[in-house]
């Protein structure tokens, strides 16, 4: 086994992963690896811009490793905005004024520049208001209970963390410190809050789809509760013969087909059915009778 702190030179603040309540950094934590990947390792070292909320640093380590095929898992989303934001109508207003603000002086230029100038200053538009009201797209998808006002409070522990790992004055930190902990105390009780508010408004919303008979709503509020509600839509095949996978598309080709196998037209021949003719003479009375209902 190989510690691959030991095999990259980094300065001191990105070796140190724990500080102790005097202030004295140590190197506590380590990343060990098998002598037999050890060109695998490209580099040990602490993350300290991770905001963990704990007296230890993200230790992170770089392997690199050869993959004899990666399948494809669909396209990927190029997108780097935080799209979602904009489903807040503050946001959502803020976002349209000052996009039109900056596409005022571009309207009277229009005209008379170049195409790929005017796509350039159309991208950059969209691109700087987007930077400055949206904002870049988190890794993980934001939770559906988390209110607006819980995100501002997670925005703002993090320029704490950042404020606390760029001062080198203990004093000035103790102080970003209280405030650090004062922050992620109010994110954790607004957080609890949230949860509360978002599981009581899909109990009412459960409740009033359960009172006029709409079960599907109260099936899919359960499924999304527990965890599963991830809706998979399998493709259909149209009368052209390609294979169509958008939900609504699909919902009107079952429904369109539904309507033509139900609403058949009634056949014009009315089909008889004679009586038979053979009569079954049985003579012979039954050879056991059962007393006990369990044995039919």
């Not at 103790?174 to 004062?182: G, M």
């Not at 009315?270 to 012979?284: F, K, R, S």
Request: proline letters at 3%.
């Amino acid at each position: 086994m190989v510690i691959g702190g030991t095999l990259f030179q980094h300065k001191d603040i990105h070796k140190y992963n724990w500080s102790a309540p005097n202030g004295h950094r140590n190197q506590i934590n380590h990343i060990l690896i098998d002598m037999k990947w050890r060109n695998s390792l490209q580099d040990v070292r602490v993350m300290r811009s991770a905001d963990v909320y704990i007296d230890h640093h993200l230790l992170l380590a770089k392997v690199q490793s050869k993959l004899f095929y990666v399948k494809s898992t669909g396209t990927r989303d190029l997108s780097t905005w935080n799209k979602a934001q904009l489903r807040i109508t503050d946001v959502h207003d803020d976002f349209c004024i000052k996009t039109e603000n900056r596409f005022a002086p571009l309207l009277d230029e229009a005209e008379e520049m170049p195409i790929e100038d005017l796509w350039g200053n159309i991208k950059e538009v969209y691109n700087t208001v987007s930077e400055e009201v949206l904002g870049r797209k988190r890794h993980k998808a934001p939770a559906k209970w988390m209110t607006s006002s819980t995100w501002q409070l997670i925005e703002q522990r993090d320029e704490v963390h950042k404020k606390i790992q760029s001062t080198h004055s203990e004093r000035i930190k103790e102080r970003f410190r209280e405030e650090y902990k004062n922050i992620n105390k109010q994110i954790k009780q607004q957080v609890k809050k949230d949860k509360e508010q978002f599981y009581e408004s899909k109990a009412e919303e459960a409740q009033s789809a359960a009172n006029i008979g709409n079960m599907k709503t109260v099936y899919d509020i359960t499924r999304e509760l527990a965890g599963h509600s991830n809706k998979s839509v399998s493709g259909v095949r149209g009368h052209d013969g390609r294979i169509i996978s958008d939900a609504n598309r699909v919902a009107e080709i079952w429904t369109e087909h539904f309507k033509t196998v139900l609403n058949q037209a009634e056949p014009g021949v009315n089909l008889v059915i004679p009586a038979t003719q053979e009569v079954l003479d049985i003579l012979d009375p039954p050879t056991y009778i059962c007393r006990d209902l369990r044995c039919c």
